[in-house]
């Protein structure tokens, strides 16, 4: 199984664009992995606890976003607020091409919160409060 986390070390790189690389491109991808990798973190960890599937499919980002807000555990409501901005982000990163370039100062701000979602908080949070969550079916 693919870890979600490893998304992380490619924003990382993708901040700073290798010689050769589009520097606009390697912006837009790492702030696409940045989101991806705390949110494909908590699909994972969900579907480990509660069983493959418990994340729907289709429309996933808005069923984790939606639990995560209905939640009211103090702990979500930090991921759902860090989420939000990194869902922006990459939106705009993904369908906005005609505005001016990404700077880096924003891409750097976006890798920062993905690794603190990733390394410190949705790690620290229990089994028993994931277990809470509740998805539609």
Known sequence: MFEPAHWLPIA????????????????RTAINRAY????????ARVDALLGAGTVPAEGTHGA?????????IREFQKVLEKLKVLQELRENA????S???LDALQVD???ARSRWLV?????AIPDRKYRRLKFAR
Do not use: F, Q
């Open 12 to 27: 990382e790189a993708c901040a700073s664009p290798l010689d050769g690389c589009d520097p606009e491109a390697s912006r």
């Open 36 to 43: 991806y990798a705390p949110l494909l973190m908590i699909k």
């Open 64 to 72: 984790i976003l939606l639990a995560l807000r209905k939640s009211r």
């Open 94 to 97: 993904d369908y906005v091409l």
């Open 99 to 101: 505005g001016p370039p």
């Open 109 to 111: 701000g976006a890798v």
């Open 119 to 123: 390394k410190n908080l949705l790690p």
